[in-house]
């Protein structure tokens, strides 16, 4: 809704910005039931998305301030504090975001607590707060659109090592006589070259999507591809629920039950998966997930601040 701010008092604000593949949307809120503004950037080159971000920003400053500020990024992103590289974008298929800084003129710019990690996991930490994943401490959310993204929440905190979850790039034995080429530039066998909107649209082979029936054949190396990964999700950190949605289970209510009949196949009785039957459903939050995470993160951000002058 791009549009004017109402004024609601002096509720304290949360500014975010979900900068995603195609599109960044920028969010002035006090929690879901509570968006005072929201505006739409196109992603185009970081020297005119950035500064347009920054801009909406600015003027949500001057005019009501923000206390906390998240920013939810298309990955792969650079996550250690500890690095010079912190808060850029890592190697990715968008060449000319590769390097940006996201991070730093944001910080120069606006003397908040500032969260920052990828877009599916803060999709992951909005439906831990407000969806799906309410009460739980491990949690997985899964977007399967152009690419597939895995927000993974660990005891309460997304996962960290040398670098955030990639599990769309989880490399995935291939149903037998699937034989189409991955569309994953990087790897020849991952869950994201055979089962993303991309590799949907590369399987129907010109086929319009509308035209295709809940049965038809193109469906089975998705539906495999997408349980083997809640398989190896199960059996490593063992969220207590997965969240699955995105363009491709769009419009298509077939997908989660064979998901789940495949998952619960595949495991064969050797761990007893929650959600009777259930255990991967849709996000709660729908399209809101995404610039919620956004919010989630600036709300964890001055949580943390806050912890940390009280101690």
Not at 183 to 194: N, P, T
Not at 204 to 211: I, Q, T, V, W
């Given at each position: 809704m791009d549009g004017p701010v109402t004024d609601r008092g002096d509720a304290r604000l949360f500014a975010g910005v979900e900068l995603g593949g195609t599109k960044c949307i920028c969010t002035l809120a006090t929690g879901p039931g509570d968006i005072r503004d929201q505006?739409?950037?196109?992603?185009?080159?970081?020297?005119?998305?950035?500064p347009a971000i920054k801009a909406v920003l600015d003027d949500w400053a001057g005019s009501h301030g923000f206390c906390g500020l998240g920013v939810a990024s298309f990955g792969p992103i650079k996550l250690d504090r500890g690095k010079a590289d912190f808060g850029r974008v890592g190697a990715t298929n968008k060449p000319d975001w590769e390097g940006a800084d996201l991070l730093g003129p944001l910080q120069s710019a606006f003397d908040v607590p500032i969260g920052f990690d990828t877009d599916v996991n803060g999709a992951a930490l909005a439906e831990i707060r407000w969806g799906s994943g309410r009460g739980l401490d491990d949690f997985a959310y899964v977007t399967v659109g152009t690419g597939v993204g895995v927000g993974l929440v660990v005891h309460g905190r997304p996962t960290r090592g040398f670098s955030h979850s990639e599990i769309g790039h989880v490399l995935v034995p291939r149903?037998?006589?699937d034989d189409m080429a991955s569309?994953?530039?990087?790897?020849?066998?991952?869950?994201?070259?055979?089962a993303s909107g991309t590799a949907l649209k590369a399987r129907?082979?010109?086929?319009?999507?509308?035209?295709v029936a809940p049965d038809d054949p193109v469906w089975e190396p998705i539906v495999h591809s997408l349980a083997t990964m809640v398989h190896a999700l199960a059996c490593t950190t063992g969220p207590m629920r997965v969240a699955m949605g995105g363009g491709v289970l769009s419009g298509q209510p077939q997908l989660l039950p064979r998901i789940n009949a495949r998952v619960a196949a595949?495991?064969?009785g050797y761990m007893q998966i929650p959600g009777d039957g259930a255990y991967v459903t849709s996000p709660e939050l729908g399209t809101m997930a995404g610039p919620l995470g956004a919010i989630a993160l600036a709300m964890e951000a001055?949580?943390?601040?806050?912890?940390?002058a009280a101690r």
């Open positions: 505006q739409t950037i196109a992603t185009t080159v970081p020297w005119e998305t950035l149903l037998k006589g569309v994953c530039r990087f790897h020849d066998d991952c869950v994201e070259g055979l129907l082979d010109g086929r319009p999507l509308s035209g595949s495991l064969a001055v949580e943390s601040a806050g912890t940390h």
